[in-house]
Each structure stands twice: as structure tokens, then as C-alpha cells.
């Protein structure tokens, strides 16, 4: 069988295995396969990885059912009856991973889709002709999803939630749910301008990290230890599929040019908003716009002779190349990757701050507020007209890149071939392709 991958509306991919939950009928319904079935769910009851290889009769079983579609099910998110799909993976999964239990494998649909893709829907659906012109890019997201009903609709319900009341304490579990349900039912080419939004000044930054409430849904009075909110987050089937699709689709690699193992920007970013809603969830950790300080709500204090480990996992969000580079891309508007620096040193343990006790209103004019000031760099896609061309036109100027923009990014004078007095009379307009459009 054959199940598609749908993301606002286009079939983009197709995945050659069944999802968890027709394979498990087709398993039951053979009886071979049925009785391996039971052997092995017996096998990983006490997720004991050293006697599920000692005995040979849980082994049969495992090489039985690794032949089978079961083996290879996976779920998609959002999926009807997700909970259910994820019970079966983790019924056969569980406890098989190859080393510790941190870096188990996503049990969801491979994501194909490219970011170019969601920028071409994003520029049909804000009704623009795909030049966007922003004064500050994380309010203009928030117009754009107040233009679409559903999204106008989900967010307020969230944010109307997830802001608190002065002496009412925050109902967290409703303000995570609320923002699940706005993540799940929104397509990416609207969420993602609102989470991953490029700023150039500490406004915009400040909204940015402002957009999931952080005051309720991201930050505790306390913080906690990173090993037990991993742990809790495994309890729980949908939280531990999450956590492992972040850490299979954001996995670093020093050898790709990416930055990331399995090359994709657009299955990166939305394992991160994945976590959304979650206590795993992260965040942008301060309101500097040129550098990007990333990570959960938690340190690695109190982790006893597992620190060294503990610090190893968090790395996996405060120090993820494959992450900034795709923040950052998304950022430029296009999929070519841009060579980075090594990211600053990460915030391992943190501290409680004051938080704005609302979210940034969505209606000040560009005219009569700070956070609307002008942009450093303006992107554009190509118009709808020459929606079938491969090219991507991004105009910066380098004057601009090298006095504001964070250090990653900055273009070397030396090797550009245009003098500062030439770059701040003009604009660089630099011809991109990018790999896949639709």
C-alpha cells in the first residue's frame, strides 16, 4: 500500500510503506505473522535491549517481523488516529534502539518537500506577486495568517489562552494544547514565517521570540533538568515520536554542505515545530537579532555522573548547525545553503526572566510604532508569472549584510568584487536556483 504525504494541499511525496495502523491489521490478520507479533511485544515488555538478543526466540520473531510491513510502518502528523498509529510503532520499536534511547529513529513519514516549495505557497496565499516587501517580518506573518480565517481563528484561541492575568496563574496544559492545535491544522508556508521570521534589529526579535508565549507555555519558575524532561516526554507516545523526529531530521553532520544529514531544511524546521506544545519544546532563548540562541526550557544542573551526558544531548539544540542553517535559509528566502562560523557557545543553564506579559499587538501601522522599522534585507521569489522557472532572485545589499546582519552571514569585501561606496548605492541581485521548486 501507498500513503501520500500532504502539506497545504499538494501531494508532494509518497512513501512506499503503509501506516502503523493498516500494517497492524494486516499482521493480525495473518497468523504467522500475528504470533511473532505477540512473541515480540512480549520480548521488549521489559525493554531489556541485551535479553531481546539473547534469546533466540525473540530473535526469530524480530527477523520475522523485520520482513514484514509492520516493521517498516510509519504514522504522518496530525493523521487521524495518530495516537493509535504511534502505540503500534513503539509497540514493535520500542526498546530496539541502537545505543541509548536519545536518538531514536522518527517513526513519521519522510518529509521531501523543499522550502522553495512553501515560499511559492506562502507568496499565493498572502495574495502577493511574490515580492514582499517588509518592514518588520514577523508582523507582516501575523497579517498574513489574520488574512487566512482558519489561522486567525487558531492563533487568537491560543494566544487569548497562553496570556496570562495579572494574579491568574497560567493554565499551561490548555495554552499547549491550544498551540498543538494551531501547529497541527495551519500549513507550514504560515507558520513558519511566524516562528522563523528574519530580524534585523531587537523588535522584531522580541516578537519573534514572543510568538509562542513564552511567559506560559516555554519558560517555568523553575528550571528543570533537562534528563527528566526527556524522560517524561518518552512516557508518552506522541511526545517521544516528536522528540524523534526532531533529533532524526536536525541531526547535524559535518561533512554536508547543508549541515544536516539528510539535507532538508523544510523536514528540519518542521520537526522543530513538532515540539511545540510540548515541554521539549524550544525556543529563541533572548531578542538578539544577529545571532541565533536556540534551546529547551532546562539545564543539564542536578544531572548527578550523567552531566557529561546530559551536556552532550543539549547540544543537540543549543549548538545544531543543521538547525541555524536552516533558520537562516529560511531567513534568505531560498534553500542554498550559506557558509556559517561556528555557532557561539550555548546557554546550558538558564535563568528566569521577566516576561511581556502579552503578546506584541498586531495592529500597529508601520507609521506609529517602534517595531516597524525598515529592513536590512528585502527578499523576493520570483513573480506568479514565472512560477514555472528554477530561479529565485534575492536582493541584499552588501553594505547592509556587512553592517548589520550577524556574522555568519556577512559578505568578504575582499572577495566580492564591489566596493562599500558601490554597495550603498546599489543592490546586489544575485540569481540563485534552487533544487526543487514543487
Same mark, same amino acid.
Given at each position: 500500500?501507498?500513503?501520500?504525504?500532504?502539506? %497545504?494541499?499538494?501531494?508532494?511525496?509518497?512513501?512506499?510503506?503503509?501506516?502503523?495502523?493498516?500494517?497492524?491489521?494486516?499482521? !493480525?490478520?495473518?497468523?504467522?505473522?500475528?504470533?511473532?507479533?505477540?512473541?515480540?511485544?512480549?520480548?521488549?515488555?521489559?525493554?531489556?535491549?541485551?535479553?531481546?538478543?539473547?534469546?533466540?526466540?525473540? &530473535?526469530?520473531? =524480530?527477523?520475522?517481523?523485520?520482513?514484514?510491513?509492520?516493521?517498516?510502518?510509519?504514522?504522518?502528523?496530525?493523521?487521524?488516529?495518530? =495516537?493509535?498509529? =504511534?502505540?503500534?510503532?513503539?509497540?514493535?520499536?520500542? #526498546?530496539?534502539?541502537?545505543?541509548?534511547?536519545?536518538?531514536?529513529?522518527?517513526?513519521?513519514?519522510?518529509?521531501?518537500?523543499?522550502? %522553495?516549495? !512553501?515560499?511559492?505557497?506562502?507568496?499565493?496565499?498572502?495574495?502577493?506577486?511574490? $515580492?514582499?516587501?517588509?518592514?518588520?517580518?514577523?508582523?507582516?506573518?501575523?497579517? /498574513?495568517?489574520?488574512?487566512?480565517?482558519?489561522?486567525?481563528?487558531?492563533? %487568537?484561541?491560543?494566544?487569548?489562552?497562553?496570556?496570562?492575568?495579572?494574579?491568574?496563574?497560567? @493554565?499551561?496544559?490548555?495554552?499547549?494544547?491550544?498551540?498543538? +492545535?494551531?501547529?497541527?491544522?495551519?500549513?507550514?508556508?504560515? $507558520?513558519?514565517?511566524?516562528?522563523?521570521?528574519?530580524?534585523?534589529?531587537?523588535?522584531?526579535?522580541?516578537? *519573534?521570540?514572543?510568538?509562542?508565549?513564552?511567559?506560559?507555555?516555554?519558560? *517555568?519558575?523553575?528550571?528543570?533538568?533537562?534528563?527528566?524532561?526527556?524522560?517524561?516526554?518518552?512516557?508518552?507516545?506522541?511526545?517521544?515520536?516528536?522528540?524523534?523526529?526532531?533529533?532524526?531530521?536536525?541531526?547535524?553532520?559535518?561533512?554536508?554542505?547543508?549541515?544536516?544529514?539528510?539535507?532538508?531544511?523544510?523536514?528540519? @524546521?518542521?520537526?522543530?515545530?513538532?515540539?511545540?506544545?510540548?515541554?521539549?519544546?524550544? +525556543?529563541?532563548?533572548?531578542?538578539?537579532?544577529?545571532? =541565533?540562541?536556540?534551546?529547551?526550557?532546562?539545564?543539564? %544542573?542536578?544531572? #548527578?555522573?550523567?552531566?557529561?551526558?546530559?551536556?552532550?544531548?543539549?547540544?543537540?539544540?543549543?549548538?545544531?548547525?543543521?538547525?541555524? +542553517?536552516?533558520?537562516?535559509? /529560511?531567513?534568505?528566502?531560498?534553500?542554498?545553503?550559506? &557558509?556559517?562560523?561556528?555557532? *557561539?557557545?550555548?546557554?546550558?543553564?538558564?535563568?528566569?526572566?521577566?516576561?511581556?506579559?502579552?503578546?506584541?499587538?498586531?495592529?500597529?501601522?508601520?507609521?506609529?510604532?517602534?517595531?516597524?522599522?525598515?529592513?536590512? !534585507?528585502?527578499?523576493?521569489?520570483?513573480?506568479?508569472?514565472?512560477?514555472?522557472?528554477?530561479?529565485?532572485?534575492?536582493?541584499?545589499?552588501?553594505?547592509?549584510?556587512?553592517?548589520?546582519?550577524?556574522?555568519?552571514?556577512?559578505?568578504?569585501?575582499?572577495?566580492? #568584487?564591489?566596493?562599500?561606496?558601490?554597495?550603498?548605492?546599489?543592490?546586489?541581485?544575485?540569481?540563485?536556483?534552487?533544487?526543487?521548486? /514543487?
Amino acid at each position: 500500500a501507498h500513503t501520500s504525504l500532504t502539506i %497545504s494541499g499538494s501531494t508532494i511525496s509518497s512513501w512506499p510503506h503503509t501506516d502503523c495502523i493498516r500494517a497492524n491489521e494486516q499482521c !493480525i490478520a495473518d497468523q504467522s505473522c500475528s504470533s511473532r507479533l505477540r512473541t515480540l511485544r512480549q520480548c521488549l515488555a521489559g525493554r531489556d535491549r541485551d535479553v531481546l538478543l539473547s534469546s533466540q526466540e525473540c &530473535k526469530t520473531a =524480530l527477523e520475522v517481523l523485520q520482513e514484514s510491513a509492520l516493521y517498516m510502518c510509519r504514522c504522518r502528523k496530525g493523521m487521524k488516529k495518530e =495516537l493509535q498509529c =504511534l502505540q503500534v510503532y513503539w509497540g514493535i520499536h520500542a #526498546g530496539l534502539t541502537d545505543g541509548d534511547e536519545f536518538y531514536e529513529s522518527s517513526p513519521y513519514e519522510p518529509v521531501t518537500s523543499r522550502l %522553495s516549495d !512553501i515560499f511559492r505557497l506562502a507568496s499565493i496565499n498572502s495574495g502577493t506577486d511574490g $515580492t514582499i516587501t517588509r518592514q518588520n517580518a514577523c508582523l507582516d506573518a501575523a497579517k /498574513f495568517c489574520n488574512v487566512n480565517d482558519l489561522c486567525k481563528r487558531l492563533r %487568537s484561541a491560543f494566544i487569548s489562552v497562553c496570556n496570562t492575568v495579572d494574579g491568574v496563574p497560567c @493554565l499551561r496544559r490548555k495554552c499547549h494544547k491550544n498551540l498543538r +492545535n494551531f501547529i497541527e491544522r495551519i500549513p507550514s508556508n504560515l $507558520t513558519f514565517p511566524l516562528l522563523f521570521c528574519p530580524c534585523s534589529d531587537k523588535p522584531c526579535a522580541e516578537r *519573534r521570540r514572543q510568538t509562542t508565549v513564552p511567559s506560559c507555555s516555554f519558560s *517555568r519558575p523553575e528550571v528543570p533538568n533537562c534528563l527528566e524532561v526527556w524522560a517524561t516526554c518518552r512516557q508518552d507516545p506522541i511526545c517521544r515520536s516528536r522528540l524523534a523526529d526532531f533529533v532524526t531530521n536536525c541531526q547535524s553532520s559535518p561533512q554536508s554542505s547543508s549541515g544536516c544529514v539528510r539535507d532538508n531544511y523544510a523536514a528540519c @524546521l518542521g520537526a522543530y515545530a513538532g515540539l511545540i506544545g510540548y515541554d521539549v519544546a524550544l +525556543n529563541f532563548l533572548d531578542s538578539d537579532p544577529h545571532s =541565533l540562541s536556540i534551546g529547551p526550557w532546562c539545564s543539564c %544542573s542536578g544531572s #548527578g555522573d550523567q552531566e557529561s551526558m546530559c551536556e552532550l544531548y543539549l547540544k543537540e539544540f543549543t549548538q545544531n548547525r543543521c538547525l541555524r +542553517n536552516a533558520i537562516h535559509a /529560511f531567513g534568505n528566502g531560498t534553500d542554498v545553503v550559506h &557558509k556559517q562560523s561556528a555557532p *557561539r557557545p550555548p546557554l546550558t543553564t538558564l535563568s528566569p526572566r521577566t516576561e511581556r506579559r502579552h503578546v506584541l499587538p498586531d495592529n500597529q501601522s508601520d507609521s506609529n510604532t517602534l517595531y516597524e522599522m525598515s529592513p536590512d !534585507i528585502c527578499d523576493s521569489v520570483q513573480d506568479k508569472k514565472n512560477d514555472s522557472s528554477t530561479h529565485i532572485r534575492i536582493c541584499v545589499s552588501e553594505s547592509q549584510l556587512n553592517a548589520d546582519l550577524t556574522p555568519d552571514l556577512r559578505i568578504d569585501e575582499g572577495h566580492s #568584487g564591489i566596493s562599500r561606496y558601490h554597495a550603498s548605492a546599489l543592490s546586489i541581485i544575485i540569481a540563485l536556483y534552487s533544487t526543487t521548486l /514543487f
